[in-house]
């Protein structure tokens, strides 16, 4: 999306980042009045998920628009701070906290985590990230950045990842202040890619100061492992089993082998529902699964959600306030998001869906959050592009069913840009640009929807770049941070 002029160069993984100004489609941060608008120009559509069809038709899959009677309306605010891999929450009280990394410490060679909090709606941010003498972070440093609300006590965690472990704080009063937290939050070192979530206490140990237990769990190289706090997080001690091994001996869709497969233990981000189970998604050797816990994370079951091919690692799953999971990913071959509900605690799922909106011909990082029975938010980059060119355009996806246990759901979207202003261009696989690992959304307690997303577009030679080329002043290098908020629309009012 455009930006003004003016612009700051910091290296990040060998590639420059050009930070820039305010987009005239997107809200200030320091905007005051009225707040943010709702987007004018984004594409509204309602449309019915649509069964999977196997072969030839997977590649033609596309979702048919049908009249639009509760219209999905979304503001967007830059928060003015690049976010890489941003990752939110949002309290009872409404208001907002999200969280990212950019390469701003000296030199630009690491990186460092600015929390950023709004406590208007989405109308202004503002940084209240915990600093040593005003200036200096706390941590310095991070590889991950990651947030997490507990809406049952109301505390803010956020966690950062170090060399071998993780800091983590917290934050129990709106983010006004923050604790030192624990700088050894994890079961043992060498961690990374981690992902936090609280649960109903399960398992039998008793918590101590704290009514929830708290998992933290990560890719070990060699396997996922989950440590456990029954402490609030002061504390941490390995929860049991791995979650997934990095060597699968399990069929992967009919093709595994005895010696097994290397499937790796990067995965998506970790939920409980309201029982307290804990469930850990994951693309593994090329298919959707998902990990099951009733017990704490002692013992782990895992379930093939799907046989057809995942895009990627980071799948999304979320529990209802019934119970039903709802899984998400991308197909291997179309590049096309697609849904799974399970109605049985994880132990199978029904068929794929296609959630795509009508016209969309790819995505990445396709994200899932549910609240009352039914009621589900999705994200996800996509195109309507056919043309794989560097200048594909790329436009921000937020999409809302409330009728997801339905056998063929209606979905409501909106795209959080101009589509004559594109958050990329080119190629949006794997990290998608400065992007990074992963987007996020969530369903708030009042029942509106909230994503963050990068704009990794900002400059004006970029947004109107034609193609089929770009040309060195027309790549999207930049990393803002966006916000959006639903303002009208599908389930805007209930949880």
């Known amino acids: 999306m455009r930006s003004g002029p003016g612009s700051l160069r910091l290296l990040l993984a060998g590639s420059l980042l050009a930070a820039a100004g305010l987009t005239a489609a997107l809200s200030s941060a320091s905007a005051g009045g009225r707040g943010p608008a709702a987007v004018t120009g984004g594409?509204?559509?309602?449309?019915?998920?649509?069964?999977?069809?196997a072969g030839a038709a997977e590649l033609e899959a596309a979702n048919r628009p049908i009249r639009d009677t509760d219209p999905l309306v979304v503001s967007a605010t830059r928060v003015g701070h690049k976010a890489l891999e941003p990752t939110m929450g949002v309290t009872k009280q409404g208001n907002a906290?999200?969280?990212?990394?950019?390469?701003?410490?000296p030199g630009g060679q690491l990186a460092s985590t600015t929390i950023m909090a709004s406590y208007d709606g989405n109308k202004t941010w503002k940084d209240v990230t915990p600093r040593v003498g005003g200036s200096v972070t706390i941590p310095p440093t991070t590889l991950d950045p990651y947030i997490y609300v507990d809406q049952t006590t109301g505390r803010i965690y956020s966690d950062d990842l170090i060399v071998g472990c993780s800091v983590l704080q917290w934050s129990d009063d709106q983010g006004k202040t923050w604790s030192r937290g624990n700088p050894a939050a994890c079961d043992a070192p060498v961690d990374d890619h981690q992902t936090i979530v609280t649960g109903k206490p399960r398992g039998g140990l008793p918590t101590v100061g704290y009514p929830n237990y708290l998992y933290y769990c990560v890719n070990k190289v060699a396997d996922v492992q989950c440590a456990r706090s029954l402490d609030g997080g002061t504390t941490f001690g390995p929860s049991g089993a791995p979650a997934f091994a990095g060597v699968q001996t399990e069929p992967q869709d009919?093709?595994?082998?005895?010696?097994?497969?290397?499937?790796?233990?990067?995965?998506?981000?970790?939920?409980?529902?309201?029982?307290?189970?804990?469930?850990?998604?994951?693309?593994?050797?090329g298919n959707p699964w998902l990990a099951v816990s009733?017990?704490?994370?002692?013992?782990?079951t895992r379930t093939l959600v799907n046989r057809m091919g995942a895009a990627g690692i980071q799948t999304s799953v979320a529990s209802d306030t019934a119970g039903n999971l709802y899984y998400m990913w991308w197909g291997a071959k179309n590049f096309l998001p697609y849904m799974a509900v399970s109605r049985d605690h994880g132990k199978t799922f029904g068929p794929a869906l296609l959630v795509a909106p009508p016209g969309v011909k790819a995505v990445n990082f396709p994200t899932i959050d549910a609240g009352s029975p039914g009621h589900v938010a999705i994200t996800f980059p996509g195109t309507t592009d056919e043309d794989r060119s560097t200048a594909r355009p790329w436009n921000y996806y937020m999409a809302v069913s409330t009728n997801a246990l339905a056998p063929l759901p209606t979905f409501h979207s909106a795209t959080a840009n101009k589509v004559s202003d594109p958050i990329h261009r080119g190629a949006c696989n794997s990290r998608c640009g400065n992007m990074f690992d992963f987007l996020d959304v969530v369903l708030a307690p009042s029942g509106a929807a909230w994503g963050v997303a990068v704009d990794t577009c900002t400059s004006v030679k970029c947004v109107r770049a034609e193609g089929p080329k770009l040309k060195s002043d027309e790549t999207p290098s930049d990393a803002q941070g966006i916000v959006v908020r639903q303002l009208a629309g599908p389930g805007a009012r209930k949880r």
């Open 43 to 53: 594409l509204q559509q309602a449309y019915k998920a649509s069964y999977y069809r």
């Open 97 to 105: 906290f999200m969280v990212a990394a950019d390469f701003d410490t």
């Open 254 to 285: 009919g093709s595994g082998s005895d010696a097994g497969d290397v499937c790796g233990s990067l995965h998506g981000h970790i939920v409980t529902d309201p029982a307290g189970r804990l469930f850990l998604p994951k693309g593994h050797c």
């Open 294 to 300: 009733e017990d704490g994370g002692q013992t782990w």
